[in-house]
């Protein structure tokens, strides 16, 4: 009996896999074999049998991949070979022999001095240890030849697992080598679903300026909501006292007084933002971003997605593809209200832009993970699955969303009719252009998430497991409400100078926090880790830039609604002859 992972529904799997799997005494127990790479670089990794280690003498086990979370993450696990029985203690037992020739000696020794760690699973529980040790003046090199396991069970489950490597033999070529192993088994009162919390770091994730970071954020949402709101207020109650007194004028006075500001727009503010396509495209894919980190927080916070192999990245898939009828409900809809006519052009941009930009990245580093021979090279055949889920899934849902929001709310009920010759733009003071409202709008959004980020990154490209995903969500709403509001506060600036081109503005002046989420990364990569290599340094630029983007094109989507909302409001609020 069990739970199940409703993930793997999606994907045709068993319902009851081995993180459930209660055993017999003396019933076969697998030790797998994941990857080997260098400790600084996490990301690096490579196939276990990639270094000349031997297997034990048992048939192979055949295995396949789970989930295709666990295939996109290169998890290629390899029997190990080794006898091991539930509740049947092994002692001390040679399992295998390696002829030490010259060049599997330089293999140890080059694996040793760049620090390499391999990884392995029992019942779904991660264990690592390391190759070897060098000596103190780096000249001898041993290699650890004794796998001493101990596995704890509580009934007829496994609960723990415990790796101490010890035999230390120095490396000579010409030699032979004996790896040999053992597995003591003890009774543990850990209960089974807790058993993933020794791998937790509690005292990283909740230090107390993780907890005073969440309270300053909220803080600025508190101040910045609060400045807005007077500000708004108190400067349209006079903007609307003094449109009210001018509708009170004759013809000579209204000509004679002082007209300025947001109303002159009126006319031009609703007026099709130039590349409507594009800018539909993005508006919908950034909404369909925000429902995908909703709902996979969300389900991430009702259950333990870091207990399963690939498993939050087969939910995000999954979550993504079903949630494509968002993208084409928002950005169908959004292009129809601005005259657009090539919906199907639209639908097809809208659909294949995020996809494209992941898959493309993906596909440019596999190339060089295959040139390395690395396991996070994606197999042949979990490409083709992506692509089918693309056209099979994503695209008809996203067609299904276009046709819905062309037909519900693709009307243009503008409170405001648009003129049909554009209003010349006045010249204004250099801090009111749109590329410098751009540049300072996601200022304040970046500084509301960027100690987040660091944790984020550091479970990401460290060895962390993040399972905070309650800081997560607070973080999302304070971004969103952060965004809302200094867009609001720039498109009202903007419009108050009368330039009415604020469709674009709202969007990149949220957006731009992407710009300073990746200028952060840089400074995360170069100060914060030890990564190396023309491999590690695409791998993490490569995806940081991808992760960047989709945030910013996010930021935008969020940004540019609220603020839509609000330009709505104050010309529905205002009598216009």
């Known amino acids: 009996a069990g739970r199940c992972s409703w993930n793997r529904i999606f994907f045709f799997f068993f319902l009851l896999l081995s993180v459930l799997l209660q055993y017999t005494d003396k019933e076969e127990v697998v030790l797998w074999m994941n990857t080997v790479g260098p400790y600084h670089n996490r990301q690096e990794t490579y196939k276990y049998f990639s270094l000349p280690f031997c297997a034990g003498s048992k048939k192979t086990i055949s295995h396949y991949h789970e989930t295709l979370g666990e295939a996109l993450q290169g998890v290629e696990l390899e029997f190990s070979g080794l006898d091991i ?134 803080m600025m949402v508190i101040f910045l909501v609060g400045l807005v709101s007077m500000i708004l207020m108190r400067t349209l109650r006079k903007d609307y006292a003094r449109y009210s007194k001018e509708e009170e004028m004759d013809d000579m006075d209204r000509d004679l007084g002082d007209e300025y500001g947001w109303k002159q727009v009126h006319g031009d503010v609703f007026r099709p933002s130039s590349h409507p396509l594009i800018f539909s495209s993005l508006i919908g894919s950034g909404c369909q971003i925000f429902s995908v980190s909703l709902i996979v927080i969300i389900v991430a916070m009702v259950e333990d997605l870091y207990t399963e192999r690939g498993s939050m990245l087969s939910t995000a898939i999954f979550v993504y593809a079903a949630t494509s009828p968002v993208n084409g409900y928002f950005g169908g809809s959004l292009y129809a209200k601005q005259g657009g006519r090539r919906w199907i052009k639209q639908m097809f941009i809208g659909a294949f832009m995020i996809p494209a930009m992941v898959c493309g990245t993906a596909f440019f580093i596999n190339f060089i993970a295959i040139y390395y021979h690395a396991s996070r090279a994606i197999p042949f055949g979990t490409m083709v699955a992506v692509c089918c889920i693309c056209f099979f899934v994503i695209l008809p849902l996203n067609l299904v969303g276009t046709i819905l929001g062309r037909n519900l709310s693709g009307q243009p009920n503008f409170p405001c ?33 960027f100690i987040e980020m660091y ?123």
């Open 85 to 218: 029985r539930f509740k049947d203690e092994v002692m001390q037992t040679t399992y295998c022999e390696i002829d030490l020739d010259k060049a599997k000696r330089d293999a140890f020794v080059y694996a040793i001095k760049n620090h390499y760690w391999y990884q392995m699973y029992i019942d779904d529980l991660p264990i690592w240890g390391i190759v070897g040790e060098a000596d103190e003046n780096g000249e001898d090199h041993y290699l650890w030849t004794y796998k001493k396991l101990e596995i704890g069970f509580n009934g007829n489950r496994i609960v723990d697992v415990n790796l101490t490597s010890e035999g230390k033999v120095r490396l000579v070529p010409n030699t032979r080598i004996s790896m040999s192993y053992s597995v003591k088994w003890k009774k543990s009162d850990v209960k089974f679903e807790d058993r993933f919390d020794k791998y937790l770091d509690p005292s990283f994730f909740q230090h107390r300026i993780h907890w005073f970071s969440i309270f300053n954020s909220f």
């Open 455 to 577: 944790f984020i990154f550091t479970s990401f490209w460290a060895y962390k497991i993040y399972y905070v995903y309650g800081f997560m969500m607070l973080v999302l709403v304070i971004l969103c409400i952060v965004t809302v509001c200094v867009t609001i506060v720039c498109t009202y600036f903007l419009l108050n100078a009368e330039d009415y081109r604020w469709q674009w503005t709202s969007f990149l002046s949220a957006a731009s926090t992407a710009v300073y989420v990746y200028m952060y990364s840089f400074y995360y990569y170069f100060f914060k880790t030890k990564m190396y290599g023309l491999f590690q340094t695409s791998f993490y630029f490569g995806y940081m830039a991808v992760f960047s983007t989709a945030l910013g094109i996010m930021c935008g989507a969020v940004g540019y609604m609220g603020t839509s909302a609000f330009v709505r409001k104050i010309y529905t609020n205002v009598k216009i002859d």
């Open 417 to 449: 009719r648009v003129n049909a010759v554009p209003r010349p733009i006045p010249e204004k003071k250099w801090f009111m252009e749109p590329a410098v409202i751009v540049c300072l709008g996601g200022i304040l959004p970046f500084g509301s998430i």
